[in-house]
Antibody, heavy 121, light 106 residues
Protein backbone atom coordinates (compact mmCIF):
# COMPACT_ATOMS: atom_id res chain seq x y z
CA UNK A 1 0.00 0.00 0.00
CA UNK A 2 1.07 3.60 -0.56
CA UNK A 3 2.89 5.09 2.42
CA UNK A 4 4.55 8.42 3.05
CA UNK A 5 6.64 8.47 6.22
CA UNK A 6 7.95 11.80 7.44
CA UNK A 7 10.84 12.67 9.73
CA UNK A 8 10.31 13.56 13.37
CA UNK A 9 9.38 16.72 15.19
CA UNK A 10 11.79 19.65 15.19
CA UNK A 11 12.35 22.62 17.49
CA UNK A 12 14.19 25.54 15.93
CA UNK A 13 15.17 29.06 16.90
CA UNK A 14 14.03 32.05 14.84
CA UNK A 15 16.32 32.57 11.86
CA UNK A 16 17.33 28.91 11.64
CA UNK A 17 16.45 26.42 8.90
CA UNK A 18 14.57 23.14 9.02
CA UNK A 19 14.60 20.23 6.60
CA UNK A 20 11.79 17.68 6.64
CA UNK A 21 11.96 14.38 4.78
CA UNK A 22 9.16 12.28 3.30
CA UNK A 23 9.96 8.69 2.33
CA UNK A 24 7.56 7.10 -0.14
CA UNK A 25 6.82 3.43 -0.63
CA UNK A 26 4.23 1.24 -2.31
CA UNK A 27 4.28 2.98 -5.70
CA UNK A 28 6.65 4.16 -8.42
CA UNK A 29 8.07 7.34 -6.87
CA UNK A 30 8.80 9.09 -10.16
CA UNK A 31 5.24 8.93 -11.50
CA UNK A 32 3.64 11.36 -9.04
CA UNK A 33 4.38 14.85 -7.82
CA UNK A 34 4.84 15.57 -4.12
CA UNK A 35 3.16 18.53 -2.45
CA UNK A 36 3.88 20.16 0.89
CA UNK A 37 1.02 21.51 3.01
CA UNK A 38 1.17 23.01 6.49
CA UNK A 39 -1.32 23.58 9.28
CA UNK A 40 -0.67 26.08 12.05
CA UNK A 41 -2.08 25.16 15.48
CA UNK A 42 -5.87 25.23 15.36
CA UNK A 43 -5.85 26.63 11.83
CA UNK A 44 -6.66 25.49 8.31
CA UNK A 45 -4.52 24.00 5.57
CA UNK A 46 -2.00 25.98 3.53
CA UNK A 47 -0.38 24.69 0.35
CA UNK A 48 3.33 25.54 0.27
CA UNK A 49 4.42 24.08 -3.04
CA UNK A 50 4.67 21.03 -5.27
CA UNK A 51 7.54 19.27 -7.02
CA UNK A 52 7.41 16.94 -9.99
CA UNK A 53 9.55 13.97 -9.03
CA UNK A 54 9.89 13.09 -12.73
CA UNK A 55 11.57 16.32 -13.89
CA UNK A 56 12.13 18.38 -10.74
CA UNK A 57 9.80 21.17 -11.84
CA UNK A 58 8.54 23.16 -8.87
CA UNK A 59 5.61 25.43 -8.05
CA UNK A 60 5.67 27.58 -4.93
CA UNK A 61 3.27 29.63 -2.88
CA UNK A 62 4.49 33.16 -3.53
CA UNK A 63 4.62 34.11 0.15
CA UNK A 64 7.30 31.48 0.78
CA UNK A 65 9.26 31.80 -2.44
CA UNK A 66 12.85 32.53 -1.54
CA UNK A 67 12.68 30.73 1.81
CA UNK A 68 11.37 27.35 0.63
CA UNK A 69 13.26 24.61 -1.21
CA UNK A 70 11.84 21.29 -2.36
CA UNK A 71 14.01 18.46 -3.63
CA UNK A 72 13.79 14.75 -4.25
CA UNK A 73 16.20 11.82 -4.12
CA UNK A 74 14.81 9.22 -6.50
CA UNK A 75 17.37 6.61 -5.42
CA UNK A 76 15.92 6.80 -1.90
CA UNK A 77 12.29 7.51 -2.91
CA UNK A 78 12.43 10.50 -0.60
CA UNK A 79 11.28 14.08 -0.92
CA UNK A 80 12.64 16.96 1.14
CA UNK A 81 11.30 20.34 2.14
CA UNK A 82 13.66 22.96 3.58
CA UNK A 83 12.40 26.21 5.05
CA UNK A 84 14.93 28.92 5.87
CA UNK A 85 14.90 32.07 8.02
CA UNK A 86 12.27 30.57 10.29
CA UNK A 87 9.83 32.83 12.12
CA UNK A 88 7.44 32.10 14.96
CA UNK A 89 4.51 32.03 12.54
CA UNK A 90 6.15 29.11 10.71
CA UNK A 91 5.22 26.95 13.71
CA UNK A 92 2.96 24.30 12.22
CA UNK A 93 2.51 20.67 11.31
CA UNK A 94 4.06 20.13 7.89
CA UNK A 95 2.60 17.42 5.66
CA UNK A 96 3.84 15.88 2.47
CA UNK A 97 1.20 14.52 0.12
CA UNK A 98 1.21 12.55 -3.10
CA UNK A 99 -0.34 14.57 -5.90
CA UNK A 100 -2.42 12.37 -8.19
CA UNK A 101 -4.03 13.42 -11.44
CA UNK A 102 -1.52 16.19 -12.14
CA UNK A 103 -2.51 16.26 -15.82
CA UNK A 104 -6.24 15.85 -15.23
CA UNK A 105 -7.75 16.68 -11.85
CA UNK A 106 -4.96 17.28 -9.31
CA UNK A 107 -5.66 16.03 -5.81
CA UNK A 108 -3.73 14.89 -2.76
CA UNK A 109 -4.60 11.22 -2.48
CA UNK A 110 -2.09 10.04 0.13
CA UNK A 111 -0.56 12.01 3.00
CA UNK A 112 2.35 11.65 5.36
CA UNK A 113 1.69 11.58 9.09
CA UNK A 114 2.88 15.15 9.55
CA UNK A 115 5.95 16.73 11.16
CA UNK A 116 5.54 19.32 13.90
CA UNK A 117 7.98 22.20 13.50
CA UNK A 118 8.12 24.55 16.47
CA UNK A 119 9.93 27.87 16.13
CA UNK A 120 10.72 29.38 19.48
CA UNK A 121 13.51 31.32 21.09
CA UNK B 1 -5.42 33.97 -5.37
CA UNK B 2 -8.74 32.09 -5.40
CA UNK B 3 -10.58 32.46 -2.10
CA UNK B 4 -12.53 29.46 -0.84
CA UNK B 5 -15.36 30.07 1.61
CA UNK B 6 -17.00 27.20 3.47
CA UNK B 7 -20.23 27.28 5.39
CA UNK B 8 -21.09 26.66 8.06
CA UNK B 9 -17.82 26.81 9.99
CA UNK B 10 -19.28 24.28 12.41
CA UNK B 11 -22.44 22.28 12.86
CA UNK B 12 -23.96 19.92 15.35
CA UNK B 13 -25.58 16.74 14.13
CA UNK B 14 -26.62 13.30 15.29
CA UNK B 15 -25.83 9.82 14.08
CA UNK B 16 -28.12 9.05 11.15
CA UNK B 17 -28.55 12.69 10.09
CA UNK B 18 -28.05 13.99 6.58
CA UNK B 19 -25.45 16.76 6.51
CA UNK B 20 -24.57 19.19 3.73
CA UNK B 21 -21.52 21.46 3.70
CA UNK B 22 -21.11 24.16 1.10
CA UNK B 23 -18.03 25.70 -0.48
CA UNK B 24 -17.96 28.82 -2.63
CA UNK B 25 -15.03 29.92 -4.79
CA UNK B 26 -14.16 33.52 -5.67
CA UNK B 27 -13.94 32.53 -9.36
CA UNK B 28 -15.02 29.64 -11.52
CA UNK B 29 -13.34 26.30 -10.86
CA UNK B 30 -15.40 24.37 -13.42
CA UNK B 31 -15.11 21.08 -11.48
CA UNK B 32 -11.58 21.41 -10.09
CA UNK B 33 -12.72 20.98 -6.52
CA UNK B 34 -11.67 18.39 -3.92
CA UNK B 35 -12.98 17.51 -0.45
CA UNK B 36 -10.95 16.20 2.48
CA UNK B 37 -11.81 14.89 5.94
CA UNK B 38 -9.49 15.47 8.88
CA UNK B 39 -9.79 13.69 12.21
CA UNK B 40 -8.17 15.40 15.22
CA UNK B 41 -4.42 14.87 15.26
CA UNK B 42 -4.46 13.08 11.90
CA UNK B 43 -3.54 13.92 8.34
CA UNK B 44 -6.33 14.89 5.95
CA UNK B 45 -7.95 12.15 3.88
CA UNK B 46 -9.22 12.63 0.32
CA UNK B 47 -12.95 11.98 -0.01
CA UNK B 48 -14.07 13.52 -3.30
CA UNK B 49 -12.14 14.85 -6.31
CA UNK B 50 -13.24 16.61 -9.48
CA UNK B 51 -16.27 17.87 -7.54
CA UNK B 52 -18.19 14.58 -7.61
CA UNK B 53 -15.82 11.62 -8.04
CA UNK B 54 -15.64 9.36 -5.00
CA UNK B 55 -12.10 8.43 -4.00
CA UNK B 56 -11.45 4.68 -3.91
CA UNK B 57 -12.34 3.19 -0.56
CA UNK B 58 -14.53 6.07 0.60
CA UNK B 59 -18.04 5.03 1.68
CA UNK B 60 -20.87 5.83 -0.71
CA UNK B 61 -22.69 7.90 1.93
CA UNK B 62 -20.30 10.70 0.91
CA UNK B 63 -21.14 12.58 -2.27
CA UNK B 64 -20.10 15.82 -3.90
CA UNK B 65 -21.84 18.09 -6.35
CA UNK B 66 -21.56 21.47 -8.01
CA UNK B 67 -19.61 23.29 -10.66
CA UNK B 68 -18.41 26.81 -11.35
CA UNK B 69 -18.27 28.59 -8.00
CA UNK B 70 -20.72 26.67 -5.81
CA UNK B 71 -20.12 23.18 -4.46
CA UNK B 72 -21.46 20.93 -1.75
CA UNK B 73 -20.46 17.83 0.17
CA UNK B 74 -23.28 15.67 1.48
CA UNK B 75 -23.07 12.91 4.04
CA UNK B 76 -26.18 10.77 4.16
CA UNK B 77 -26.78 8.92 7.42
CA UNK B 78 -23.91 10.34 9.50
CA UNK B 79 -21.81 7.69 11.25
CA UNK B 80 -19.80 8.11 14.50
CA UNK B 81 -16.52 8.08 12.56
CA UNK B 82 -17.73 11.00 10.39
CA UNK B 83 -17.43 13.53 13.20
CA UNK B 84 -14.43 15.46 11.91
CA UNK B 85 -13.42 18.63 10.09
CA UNK B 86 -13.99 18.87 6.34
CA UNK B 87 -12.05 21.05 3.92
CA UNK B 88 -12.65 21.94 0.29
CA UNK B 89 -9.69 22.72 -1.99
CA UNK B 90 -9.45 24.17 -5.47
CA UNK B 91 -7.01 22.63 -7.92
CA UNK B 92 -7.60 24.69 -11.05
CA UNK B 93 -4.64 26.98 -10.50
CA UNK B 94 -1.77 27.69 -8.16
CA UNK B 95 -1.58 28.72 -5.43
CA UNK B 96 -3.79 25.78 -4.51
CA UNK B 97 -6.09 27.02 -1.79
CA UNK B 98 -8.30 25.45 0.85
CA UNK B 99 -11.49 26.50 2.52
CA UNK B 100 -11.41 27.36 6.20
CA UNK B 101 -12.99 24.07 7.23
CA UNK B 102 -16.29 22.85 8.64
CA UNK B 103 -16.25 21.05 11.95
CA UNK B 104 -19.00 18.44 12.29
CA UNK B 105 -19.72 17.84 15.96
CA UNK B 106 -22.07 15.64 17.88
Amino acid sequence: QVQLVQSGAEVKKPGASVKVSCKASGYTFTTYAIAWVRQAPGQGLEWLGSISVYNGHTKFAQKLQGRLSMTTDTSASTAYMELRSLRSDDTAVYYCAREAGSLTYPRFDNWGQGTLVTVSS
Amino acid sequence: DIQMTQSPSSLSASVGDRVTITCRASQSLTTYLNWYQQQPGKAPKLLIYAASSLQTGVPSRFSGSGSGTDFSLTITSLQPEDFATYFCQQSITTPLTFGGGTKVEI
